[in-house]
């Protein structure tokens, strides 16, 4: 099984700030990334796919780099809408789909 | 519009099954694999499994293997999952989510509300 781990667990945050959040994979993944966001009741939110590819309507202010076994998350000025948990998604093996166990961004 | 419309929650009592529906709309609901995760309260998400809306095939995450059946009705686009012999620790949040398999990218695009079993006694 591909293993995904993402630091940090949390962070807190101002709004305005530069955000970066890290998701490693226990084996190379190329660029079968995915990132979510999933806001309290609410069901997950695409954001990136295959690591740096912006889901149409999302801001641009969301992006993604990395290949391999190492990614990152950037909200390049946080914004209030963007308090939430972020999730990292392997889809290098579709027979076996593993997410990070997330990141939670909270106000500061 | 691309919609996934899960059926509403559940109370079941510690051994029984649960099927959840998914309705799929906007769509040609055998193009695309549908996936089903869950996450329990407070915590991450969990992948459960698929089926190919189109040959009824299915891969099920071993965590599942013989307590999960993931089946279809083409004939009204929707996908189903049910859980057996269910335990106080299924007690969570499932979703159904569409698989964007195309150009060697695969994501899910689209997710339903989900559905809250609450495993109790």
Known sequence: ?108 | QVQLVQSGAEVKKPGASVKVSCKASGYTFTGYYMHWVRQAPGQGLEWMGWINPNSGGTNYAQKFQGRVTMTRDTSISTAYMELSRLRSDDTAVYYCARLIAVADEYYFDYWGQGTLVTVSS
């Open chain 1, 1 to 108: 099984d591909i293993q995904m781990t993402q630091s940090p667990s949390s962070l807190s945050a101002s709004v305005g700030d530069r955000v970066t959040i890290t998701c490693r994979a226990s084996q190379s993944i190329s660029s079968y990334l995915n990132w979510y966001q999933q806001k309290p009741g609410k069901a997950p939110k695409l954001l990136i796919y295959a690591a740096s590819s912006l889901q149409s309507g999302v801001p641009s202010r969301f992006s993604g780099s990395g290949s391999g076994t190492d990614f990152t998350l950037t909200i390049s000025s946080l914004q209030p809408e963007d308090f939430a948990t972020y999730y990292c998604q392997q889809s290098y093996s579709t027979l076996l789909i593993t997410f990070g166990p997330g990141t939670k961004v909270d106000i500061k």
